[in-house]
């Protein structure tokens, strides 16, 4: 998926977990085709979920330790089942970087799924949750989604020059909104389909918890777009009750996110380049 994508293969995967961890030797594993883009993830046994990063960065240990506090501040914090930290490993023969074990949550993720209401009140009820913990102080202060939109421009430009040209004046429109006087909230920050998994129809469990960080609280109405259709996206509207700037800016957030999938991840990962698609349609339909 990515130009400096790691390869980890089973057998190396094996080879450092019973190196570093030989408690779990007899534990089986397997890879697990997923549609994520950030680690390559493998179960060990029937309780623990083993994390590769696929690309290199320098910090990638603060990264995972980061990861790790963030998920340790979020478990109980609502009814829903969250990855608990378990371990680090690090880096061996076959692989350079650390490695993360957390445990495994049961569940399928959202994908393609039409979710009803019941799930937008679930929804409804984790974004809330999330919402009302504190900061500790804390407020955004990194690059990425969840300050100012207009911080998005560049990459929006990237994904221009490989999109339908019409989009640039739904961007155009959404950049300007302002971000007003609201203060930042704790938001999860990745509410994809991926990153949601579903039991009849119910939200069950969330994944990819180590964003939980404070930031602009309309980051997470992305959810509405990645994942309800019209009538439960207004159930969502109406459980969170948020003002209608608040809900564009959900909206501009999601059309950010959507933008670059359809392109880059076109022939590497299609479950995502149709999340944007979806998600784009559903924005300018």
Same mark, same amino acid.
């Given at each position: 998926?990515?130009?400096?994508?790691?390869?980890?293969?089973?057998?190396?995967?094996?080879?450092?977990?019973?190196?570093?961890?030989? /408690? $779990?030797?007899?534990?089986?594993?397997?890879?697990?085709?997923?549609?994520?883009?950030?680690?390559?993830? *493998?179960?060990?046994?029937?309780?623990?979920?083993?994390?590769?990063?696929?690309?290199?960065?320098?910090?990638?240990?603060? @990264?995972?330790?980061?990861?790790?506090?963030?998920?340790?501040?979020?478990?109980?914090?609502?009814?829903?089942?969250?990855?608990?930290?378990?371990?680090?490993?690090?880096?061996?023969?076959?692989?350079?970087?650390? $490695?993360?074990?957390?445990?495994?949550?049961?569940?399928?993720?959202?994908?393609?799924?039409?979710?009803?209401?019941?799930?937008?009140?679930?929804?409804?009820? *984790?974004?809330?949750?999330?919402?009302?913990?504190?900061?500790?102080?804390?407020?955004?202060?990194?690059? &990425?989604?969840?300050?100012?939109?207009?911080?998005?421009?560049?990459?929006?430009?990237?994904?221009?020059?490989?999109?339908?040209?019409?989009?640039? /004046?739904? @961007?155009?429109?959404?950049?300007?909104?302002?971000?007003?006087?609201?203060?930042?909230?704790?938001?999860?920050?990745?509410?994809?389909?991926?990153?949601?998994?579903?039991?009849?129809?119910?939200?069950?469990?969330?994944?990819?918890? &180590?964003?939980?960080?404070?930031?602009?609280?309309?980051?997470?109405?992305?959810?509405? @777009?990645?994942?309800?259709?019209?009538?439960?996206?207004?159930?969502?509207?109406?459980?969170?009750?948020?003002?209608?700037?608040?809900?564009?800016?959900?909206?501009? $957030?999601? *059309?950010?996110?959507?933008?670059?999938?359809?392109?880059?991840?076109?022939?590497?990962?299609?479950?995502?380049?149709?999340?944007?698609?979806?998600?784009?349609?559903?924005?300018?339909?």
């Amino acid at each position: 998926m990515h130009a400096d994508q790691l390869d980890i293969s089973p057998a190396t995967a094996r080879a450092l977990i019973d190196s570093q961890f030989p /408690r $779990w030797r007899g534990l089986p594993l397997r890879g697990l085709a997923t549609q994520g883009t950030v680690n390559a993830i *493998f179960r060990l046994g029937d309780t623990f979920t083993v994390r590769f990063p696929l690309r290199p960065r320098p910090d990638a240990r603060e @990264w995972l330790e980061r990861e790790a506090a963030a998920a340790r501040e979020l478990l109980g914090r609502t009814r829903f089942a969250t990855p608990e930290p378990v371990a680090l490993g690090d880096p061996g023969p076959g692989y350079p970087l650390p $490695w993360s074990v957390q445990t495994w949550l049961p569940g399928v993720v959202a994908g393609d799924q039409t979710l009803g209401d019941d799930f937008a009140l679930d929804l409804a009820e *984790f974004i809330s949750a999330v919402r009302a913990m504190p900061t500790h102080g804390r407020t955004f202060s990194g690059t &990425g989604r969840g300050g100012e939109l207009k911080s998005q421009d560049d990459w929006m430009e990237t994904c221009f020059q490989h999109s339908d040209p019409s989009l640039r /004046r739904v @961007w155009a429109e959404l950049r300007e909104l302002p971000r007003g006087d609201t203060p930042d909230t704790m938001t999860h920050g990745d509410l994809i389909p991926g990153n949601v998994l579903v039991t009849g129809g119910r939200l069950t469990g969330v994944l990819d918890v &180590g964003g939980l960080s404070p930031t602009d609280p309309a980051l997470e109405l992305v959810s509405a @777009w990645h994942l309800l259709e019209d009538g439960p996206r207004r159930t969502l509207r109406e459980a969170l009750n948020p003002g209608d700037l608040e809900w564009e800016r959900g909206k501009a $957030w999601a *059309f950010a996110q959507a933008m670059g999938l359809p392109w880059y991840y076109a022939t590497t990962n299609p479950a995502m380049a149709e999340l944007g698609r979806r998600t784009l349609a559903r924005i300018t339909g």
